[in-house]
């Protein structure tokens, strides 16, 4: 096997085959339309797409694909071959500056929210320069935004490229304040931690419920799951760790820097970490990872589930969004230094961010709703639903210290005593971590926890931006009008402190005491996506979105459909999914089984004492009621989705999913995981929790 430098960014158009491969006046003018987000001349952009054509056919692609990420939450992609006819009848191989700049895929059947007709199908892809064009599967991608005929955005990606901008604008006002004109750009960074569950393909595929919504929709709690915590962290089974290397591989030729990988808390859970980049690339690679992780799974004879929560009595998955700023010179301008207490510009910037996530808890909270991670916000392996910041004591203490105008005295580092006098002594973190915070501060970068495994990171990612930029905006309009500049920048901190500190919390997010504490603190509680999604097109929102140039009016509203509709849809097919199991295997399982007790108590009647047979009686009772109410709930299931249809306006018709639809399936579980636990597995029609869980051995 070639080594890991050999091989990694293999598969990637990026900066060293530019170089080699590009004439250096081309080379000099892409690199400045990626850095300062200038317009490629078409002659540019000619030679560039013949140097890319020709590099992806030397690595065996055949053709290309504008590759894109609409409002579906996947990636799309339409191929074209590179072959192109000649008078002979022969072809050539050829690639325009034009294709490679602008594609035209069909806008209609993308999800848009109303902004494009069925009959109004024309899009329009456009290159993204500052994200490096890959080889995927023998087609070169290549990474670009997707907009309408209007110029509406109709993808992810163009609002997460317009929120960096704005960010970074503000960002170098706030920068030039404090004397800095060196730094020209200012950089959000992420690292999307990804968690998964990989479960054996054959028990995957005797599951309708995992083949159609990606979880189990009936399931009994099995004997054991973590109760012992020896899954998390602990040694990968064979199948498992081969899976890991060969995406490991497959990650690195795309020039995706996965570093960590780890069994995760749950049976068949696992977690990948990639090395952070600039937001949009780590955007992109997430959109692959998620992508790779599946194909992978399946050709060793797995299934990988992205789905948040696939089992009920288990912990969920999430996907934990370190998010931070860094210049183009290479300062973090999240980090606190040897003495943060005395790093006026640290301090700026962390208000900056209190403030906003103060200021703009719905959004936050928005970013990370769909039906999905509804199931799993508030459980005991994700936040809740309400917002709060977790800084730990040492910024805490100097938070408030700042606010009360007084003296810091700092927390004196301390070696960590373990009690063995051969082991090296290292010195103690000054504040611990906590798992339970939805946004905790981590060292040097924000961990929003939030988010759902299956989620595209770039909503999370253009609110982070777009809301932090609105702050930075406001302090860089006070501090540029200030006649005394440190002391109106001393006001501005202890008056951003006192305002905001009500989101800072840290202690145990888990817990009913803290849910009724932020609720006296004023702090939001939006436990499902329609509590949460109608304060997306507030006045003041659509004013924010609008201000900073991230939405118009009518794109931001066509988010809110786009996003209500597609909970609509995913409780919809979940219900459709769980009525059909009920009716055509479950309910038929459960009457052969009643049928067999039936026959057995008949049979013994004539044999020996009816008292002797009393448990078969019970247990023939037991499943005949069980079966009855099954019945009764599955026909209530049944006309309460008839009853869809009449609900035209999709947030009553998301509130009557939630309320009454949801509901049902809840009941309608219940009883069939109570069948469940009684009847023998040869009964039962579908592979059961031991079975999926530790399918993988």
Known sequence: MSSISEIFGSLVFNDRVMRERLPKETYKALRKTMAEGRTLKPEVAGVVANAMKDWAIEKGATHFTHWFQPMTGITAEK??????????????????????????????SFPSGGLRATFEARGYTAWDPTSYAFIKEGTLC????????????????????????????????????????QVRHVNTTVGAEQEYF????????????????????????????????????????????QYMKELNVELWKLGIMSKTEHNEAA???????????DTNIATDHNQIVMDVMKKVAERRGMECLLHEKPFASVSGSGKHNNWSLSTDTGVNLLEPGSSPYENAQFLLFLCAVIKAVDQHQDLLRISASSAGNDNRLGAAEAPP????????????????????????????????????????????????RNRTSPFAFTGNKFEFRMPGSNMSISCPNMILNTITADVLMEFADKLEAADDFNAELNSLIRETIKNHKRIIF????????????????????????????????????????????????????SRYEILLENYCKVVHIEANTMLEMAKKDIMPAAMKYIKFI?????????????????????????????????????????????????????????????????????????????????????????????DILFSVI
């Not at 000649?86 to 490679?100: H, P, R």
């Not at 049976?267 to 980049?277: D, K, R, S, T, V």
């Not at 039936?598 to 069980?626: D, G, R």
């Not at 109410?629 to 939630?658: G, M, N, P, T, W």
């Open 385 to 432: 639903a309400v917002i709060s910041m977790f800084l730990g004591t040492e910024l805490t203490e100097i938070l408030e210290a700042l606010e009360q105008g007084s003296n810091y005295e700092g927390i004196e580092k301390q070696d960590m005593e373990i009690g063995v006098h051969t082991l090296p002594k290292f010195p103690r973190d000054n504040t611990d």
């Open 79 to 108: 191929h074209d071959s590179f072959i192109s006819p000649t008078a002979d009848g022969n072809v050539i191989m050829e690639f325009s500056g034009k294709e490679l700049v602008k594609g035209e895929p069909d806008a209609s």
């Open 267 to 277: 049976p068949a859970q696992h977690e990948l970490a990639p090395i952070y980049c």
């Open 506 to 557: 840290n202690g145990n997010g888990y817990t009913e005491e803290w849910l009724a504490e932020a609720k006296e603190r004023g702090l939001l509680n939006l436990p499902t996506t329609p509590d949460a999604l109608p304060y997306f097109i507030r006045e003041e929102n659509v004013e924010l979105f609008a201000k900073h140039h991230i939405f118009t009016r009518t794109e931001l509203f």
């Open 598 to 690: 039936s026959e057995t108590v008949n049979s013994l009647k004539s044999a020996i004492p009816s008292a002797a047979i009393a448990p078969e009686v019970e247990l023939l009772e037991k499943m005949s009621n069980f079966a009855a109410e099954f019945y009764k709930i599955s026909k209530k299931l049944e006309s309460d989705i008839s009853a869809i249809k009449e609900k035209s306006v999709l947030l009553e018709k998301a509130c009557y999913l939630r309320d009454v639809i949801i509901k049902d399936m809840d009941a309608l579980r219940v009883i069939a995981d109570s069948m469940e636990e009684i009847m023998p597995k040869e009964y039962y029609p579908y592979p059961n929790y031991s």
């Open 142 to 181: 290549i990474p670009t935004v997707f907009c309408s005929y209007g110029g509406e955005a109709l993808d992810k990606k163009t609002p997460l490229l317009r929120s960096m901008e704005a960010v970074s604008h503000q960002a170098l006002r706030i920068l030039r304040l404090f004397g800095n004109t």
């Open 198 to 241: 990989l479960i054996d393909r054959e028990v995957y595929l005797k599951r309708k419920d995992l083949m159609f919504t990606g979880r189990t929709l009936y399931g009994m709690r099995p004997p054991k799951t973590q109760e012992l915590d020896d899954h998390y962290f602990g040694s990968l089974k064979t199948r498992v760790q």
